[in-house]
C-alpha cells in the first residue's frame, strides 16, 4: 500500500510542476500534445499487452525488451490517436471534441430544425449498410474466439452453438444485425416508394426484410442444436428481395447499373440455392467442403444488401438535391373583390 501511495504521490507530482510550468504556455506541439493525453491514456494499455504479447516470446534482453515496449507503446498510441481524431462519429468516445461544436451524441436542437428531404429514409438505409459489416465483424471475432473451428466442415450456426468458448459473440451480433436488417428493410421500402410511389411493392419489400431480420434474431435465442433455430430459415426470404426491388424500380430509368446488379445477385443466390440443395451436380458439396460452401452463399445473401442501400441512398440523395421540397398544392384562384 505504502508502495502505491508513493508511485500516485510520484504522478500526482509530476503533473503539478507540469501544469505549474505549462499554465501559460501555448504553441501547437503543447496544443496537439494536450488533445492527445486522454485518448493516449486510453490507448496505451492495450497496446503495451498486445506488445507484450508478440515481444515477450523473443526473450530479448531486459534493457533492449523494454525499449521495444517503449516505442510500440508510444508509436501505437500515437497513432491510434491520429485515426480517432480523423473520425467525427467518435471522437467523444476518445475524450475529444466534436469537430463541428455540436453536442454529442444528440444535437436535440438539430433535431427541432427542418432537414432535408429524406432524412429519414436515408438514415434507415445506412443501417442497411452497417448492418452486413456488423455482420461479417461478428463472424470474424467469434471465428476467431472459438479455437479448432474448421471453416471447411462446420456450420457457421456451431459459433453460437453450446460447443463455442463465448457463444455470445455471434449470438449478440447476430441478433443486432436482425434487428438493423430489418429497419434497413424498412428503409428499402419507404426508398422505393419514394422514387417510384408504388405502395404494394414498397409495403412487400419491406415485409420481407422485416421476415428475414426477425429469423435472424429470433434464431439466437434458441442456439445450435435446438430445433427451433430453424426459424433462421425465415431469413433465406431475403433471396426474393433483389426481384423485389427490380418490380418496385421497374419505372425508374436511371439505375440500370442497380438494375443489373440485383439480377446478377439474384441468378447467384438461385445457383447457390440448387447446388446447396444437391438438386444440381449432387456431391460437389459434402462434408468435408460444406462450410466453404455456406459461407460463400452468406457473403452474397448479406453483402448485396450493404450495397444496394447505398446506391439507393445516393438515389434518394439525388432526387432531395434536384426537389428540395415538395411542391405545395395551388392555391385556389381568389375573385377580384
Known sequence: MVYGLDQWATIVAILGFGSKHLRSRGGPVLKYLTEATFPLYLAHQTILVAAVWIIRPARLPVGLEALFLLLITFAGSFAVFEVVKRIPAIRPLWGLKPLDGRPWPVDLAALRRPTARYHRRRRLLAIGVAAPLLALTVVAAAIAAYPGFDNATQYLSELGGATAPAPIIFNGGVFVAGVMAALAGIGFGLAVYALTEKRIAAAVIAVVFVLAGAGMSASTLYPWPDPRHMIINLALGIQLAPVLLLWGLASRRDAPRLK???????????????????????????DDNVGW???????????????????????????AVKFPQRLPDAAPAVKPG
Open 293 to 319: 460452401w455456406e459461407r460463400a452463399y452468406a457473403i452474397v445473401l448479406v453483402c448485396w444488401v450493404g450495397i444496394a442501400a447505398w446506391v439507393l441512398d445516393r438515389k434518394l440523395l439525388q432526387d
Open 260 to 286: 443489373i446488379f440485383l439480377a446478377a445477385t439474384f441468378v447467384i443466390m438461385a445457383i447457390l440455392t440448387v447446388v446447396t440443395k444437391h438438386l444440381v451436380f449432387p456431391g460437389t458439396v459434402n
